[in-house]
């Protein structure tokens, strides 16, 4: 299904596939994760290089960015998405030429590799990289392997990461969506990484010598905000 044809009916935002909804930030406002972010997280940069993957159409990048700057950062950011219509429109609203959106399905591995060298150009990795809510998607559509090879992937050119994984009712409710779009994931019934999906990622950072710094757990949503750090 096309973003586009989406039908939003009261707070219901409809079905997508990949989480690319066209109107997320109707029920996602981008202050609802500025407000969780602790000023003093950042201290060891004073100019950043940051990657915001599954950017949406960029307005919670276009916050990151605000957020930083007025705490005195100077900062660049990357918003990568797979989905073009969404991207399309995040770089007509951008104004910022510190901000950057490029159309990038991150779990194409050589796709990825081209696009964040050619963006980072001297620096080997992005000083923080966010990933809000799209652990999910990434599990549902390319099974546990996909999941903690994306984890892998994040660590290889991060600093910092910032993740909000969803935890398992996201799942239920995401599939019972597809289920009324008469669509399904090809994957979730063979999905091993299930009840404990939070508690594996986690353990994954961990194992690649990343350590948590934070977390704040957003009761509205029942979801954890975690940063972790290179240890």
């Keep these: ?11 219901d935002p409809g079905a997508v596939k ?15 994760r500025i407000n969780l972010l602790p000023s003093d ?3 060891s ?27 005195h950062k100077t900062i660049k950011i990357l918003g990568v998405d797979l989905d073009p219509i969404l991207i399309k429109r995040a770089q007509v609203n951008n104004i910022n030429e510190n901000i950057t959106f490029t159309r990038l399905d991150f779990t194409n591995d050589s796709e990825r590799v081209e696009i964040l060298k050619n963006y980072l150009k001297d620096k080997n990795k992005f000083d923080v990289t966010f ?13 546990d392997e996909g999941l903690i090879h994306f984890i892998k992937s994040i660590c290889e050119i991060s ?20 289920k009324k779009s008469n669509e399904t994931f090809p994957r979730y019934e063979k999905l091993k990484i299930r009840h404990q ?21 957003e009761p509205k949503w029942g979801r954890k905000l975690q940063i972790f750090s290179q240890a």
């Design 159 to 178: 600093k910092m990461i910032v993740i909000e994984p969803q935890p398992w009712k996201c799942y239920k409710t995401a599939i019972r969506r597809m």
């Design 1 to 11: 299904m096309n973003v586009d044809e989406l039908n939003f009916k009261g707070n």
């Design 131 to 143: 990933c809000f809510s799209i652990t999910m998607w990434i599990h549902l559509n390319n099974g």
């Design 197 to 217: 999906v939070e508690e594996k990622i986690e353990e994954t950072l961990l194992q690649l010598n990343f350590i948590k710094i934070n977390e704040i757990f």
């Design 41 to 43: 997280a950042w201290k």
């Design 45 to 71: 940069f004073d100019e950043m290089v940051c990657l915001d993957v599954g950017c949406n159409a960029g307005d919670l990048t276009i916050a990151l960015h605000k957020y930083f700057t007025e705490l």
């Design 18 to 32: 990949h989480g690319n909804f066209i109107n997320y930030y109707q029920f996602h406002p981008p202050n609802s």
